[in-house]
Structures are given as C-alpha cells and as structure tokens.
C-alpha cells in the first residue's frame, strides 16, 4: 500500500526558503523506486497545476514559473522525496501535493500548505 505523506509546509516571507517532503513509508522500497514522482499545487480559485516531477528513468520536469528555484529530489533509502523552494514569491502560495504513480494508479497525499507573505 502506497500512502504518500507530505510535511514541511509553512508561513514564509518573500525570498525565504522551505523544503517539503513526501514519505511513503508504508510502501515497499521496490515500489517506491518503480513509481513516478510528482509534485502538484492548488492555489484558492485555481486549478491543480504541475510543479515538478521526477520519472523512474531520471528524467526531471519543472513548471516554468518555478524553473531555477525548485529543485526535485529523493532518497530512496529513506522512501521519500523531495522539493526544495528557494526564493519564494508570493504567488507560490498554495496547497502542495505529492503525489506517485505509474499507467495504472496515481496515490495521492493530502497535501500540506505553504504560504508566502511578508
């Protein structure tokens, strides 16, 4: 059983930094290692949107308004990945969400909230 858990969200002013993370420590290593990564947000009265993601070959994906500033990242050992936010902008305000997944099934965590305001 996959059960994607994220932590690290907060209040932070413009320019700071945070570092989320999603544990799935329920899931087997193997699993974790074969599924996909994906970090998503939802800001009030937007949709969900892309932020970075993390495929099982290596490959790394950013949304453009976050390129430069985030960066993806994981530990297998620890069954966890990562995304650090560096520079914060106030518009990176949102609900972020971890999410893994392959063709078949997509788990979701709960996501965790991050706001950024001085």
């Known amino acids: 059983q996959v059960q994607p858990e994220e932590s690290g969200g907060g209040l932070v002013q413009p320019g700071g930094s945070l570092r989320l993370s999603c544990a799935a420590r329920?899931?087997?290593?193997?699993?974790?290692?074969?599924?996909?990564k994906t970090w998503y947000r939802q800001a009030p009265g937007k949709q969900r949107e892309l932020v970075a993601s993390?495929?099982?070959?290596?490959?790394?994906y950013y949304a453009n308004s976050v390129e430069g500033r985030f960066t993806i990242s994981k530990d297998n050992t620890r069954k966890t990945f990562y995304l650090q936010m560096n520079n914060l902008e106030p518009e990176d305000t949102a609900v972020y969400y971890c999410?893994?997944?392959?063709?078949?099934?997509?788990?979701w965590g709960r996501g965790t909230q991050v706001t950024v305001s001085s």
């Open positions: 999410a893994m997944g392959d063709r078949n099934q997509i788990y």
């Open positions: 993390m495929s099982t070959e290596g490959t790394i």
């Open positions: 329920r899931s087997i290593l193997s699993t974790f290692i074969s599924l996909d």
